[in-house]
């Protein structure tokens, strides 16, 4: 990889303005202070001492608003992050293999901005190429990922001087976005939200995302939607690859193997709502639970997990010494299925879930490849969570199940059937049409270019 000057002639005319801003800004404002100091020697001399602790403070903050306006400048345009790398190669590219990132073209591609703090949208782009700052994606003129017609650059850092050039301004949990006055950029204003409507109260009302130019969620309901199934879906498909070499194991499962798993629950859990901090600690009085996440954190991560790089990498490591893996959603959701159902699937353990009442859509076979813990201990997760008398019985026996159910070979081969397929159909059309649903963002992206080509009026 080879990195051009931190600042091209491209990026110069933009940096250029800014500089003008702030050197007419300082004209103005030394106009200024000659004007105090000839007005305040008619001030008696007693007030000297104070005058100049005052000026003395005013040229501070205005030289930290110098400074940061320059370094606004030169560090904030597409240029300096994306336009200047050339031959960046990705293990990202969706055939496996590296790709070529195209120098950025102003005319042509697009740009995405984060509001404050910035963006985590490269970390689930799975068809993304990374750049030092963010990520570029290519799309087709139809929406489609992986198109050749275009490519959308996404800056992971907030910078307020790229609002002037961008086409989308994106956000998260922070201030909703806006066109200066008199201006048409951003093209596109989006709202991106990966929580439930349950944990994001403020953010999830109509009145909220209606500020916004088109909004981006799990919920199918909407014209831009995600699913956690399209993100992964290589690896269900390197699945079903292997299933079907030449000199693959017909059975596709070793039971001994499995056995020698740790006989025992593994969950991460980095918050503790839903009272899953309560239920962790309530099955583990009646069955092994290891926690390796913030909440109910009672071990640490294995060290040979601990080298890998990355959260889910190490969290997949994890899950593939155990016979179960716990996957607790935030709330229980229509659609809200995240990546921990399918993390604990991956990894050959058997997932004991909790969540969105529809996720039978989202899994290889349906409700047949996980243990629903609403349906043997029902009321015990949830916010609206209700405590039973019987609960502690209801515990020890979900506790006998999962010891009983690890030395059940039958019932084990039934929950991981789904990974001996060796044609797609076998895992359900429900389940497919989330696995190839492809990722909005391409698409939003073609839509803010065709509003771009219209000088940013609406289509």
């Known amino acids: 990889m080879r990195m ?15 500089v003008c801003i702030t050197a007419v800004f300082f004209f103005f404002f030394v106009c200024f202070l000659l004007l105090f100091e000839s007005s305040a020697e008619i001030i008696e001399l007693g007030h000297m001492h104070t005058r100049s602790r005052h000026r003395r403070g005013i040229v501070f903050l205005f030289c930290t608003i110098a400074i940061f306006s320059l370094w606004n400048a ?62 570029v994606q290519s799309c087709g003129n139809d929406g489609q990922e992986n198109g050749k017609d275009f490519d959308c650059y996404v800056h992971s850092r907030h910078r307020v001087a790229e609002f002037r050039r961008a086409d989308i301004a994106i956000n998260h949990n922070g201030p909703v976005p806006s066109r200066p006055f008199g201006q048409r950029r951003p093209h596109l204003t989006l709202f991106y939200t990966g929580e439930s409507n349950h944990t994001d109260k403020k953010r999830s009302t109509e009145a909220y995302q209606r500020l916004y130019d088109v909004v981006i969620s799990f919920h ?75 909440c109910a954190r009672n071990r640490a991560i294995p060290s040979e997990c601990a080298r890998r790089t990355g959260r889910y990498s190490q969290k997949l490591c994890v899950f593939q010494n155990y016979k179960y893996a716990m996957a607790l959603e935030n709330s229980n959701e229509t659609d809200y299925v995240t990546e921990k159902v399918y993390h604990a699937l991956l990894s050959g353990a058997i997932p004991l879930y909790w969540g969105a009442p529809n996720v039978e859509d989202f899994l290889p076979s349906g409700r047949g490849s996980i243990v ?19 609960a502690k019985d209801a515990f020890h026996g979900f506790g006998e199940k999962l010891r009983r159910l690890e030395e059940d070979e039958a019932s084990v081969r039934r929950l991981l059937r789904w ?32 509003k771009r080509s219209k000088g940013g009026k609406e289509k």
Not at 8 to 15: E, Q, R, T
Not at 82 to 104: I, K
Not at 372 to 390: H, I, S, Y
């Open 220 to 294: 199918h309901h909407r014209p831009y939607y995600f699913t956690w199934a399209h993100r992964q879906q290589q690896q269900f498909l390197k699945i079903l690859h292997g299933n079907n070499q030449p000199l693959a194991n017909k059975d596709a499962f070793d039971w001994e193997k499995w056995q020698q798993r740790h006989s025992a629950v593994a969950v991460f859990v980095s918050r503790c709502k839903a009272r899953r901090a309560e239920f962790i600690r309530r099955l583990s009085e009646h069955y092994p639970v290891h926690s390796f996440g913030a």
């Open 4 to 18: 051009h000057t931190f600042l091209s002639l491209s990026a110069f005319p933009f940096f250029a303005v800014d």
């Open 74 to 135: 030169s560090g904030g345009d597409v240029d300096s992050f994306a336009a200047n790398v050339e031959g960046v190669l990705s293990p990202q590219s969706s055939d496996g293999h590296p790709r070529h990132v195209r120098t950025f073209n102003g005319v042509n591609d697009v740009l995405v901005v984060p509001t404050r703090p910035g963006t985590y949208l490269c970390e689930y782009m799975s068809n993304a190429s990374l750049l030092p700052q963010g990520c």
């Open 372 to 390: 629903e813990l609403e349906r043997l201990l029902p009321g015990q997760l949830g916010d609206d969570a209700r405590a039973t008398a019987n």
């Open 419 to 450: 990974r001996r397929a060796k044609r797609a159909a076998e895992w359900g059309n429900s389940f497919l049409g989330n696995l190839y649903h492809p990722d909005p963002f391409c698409a939003v992206c073609a839509e803010a270019r065709l």
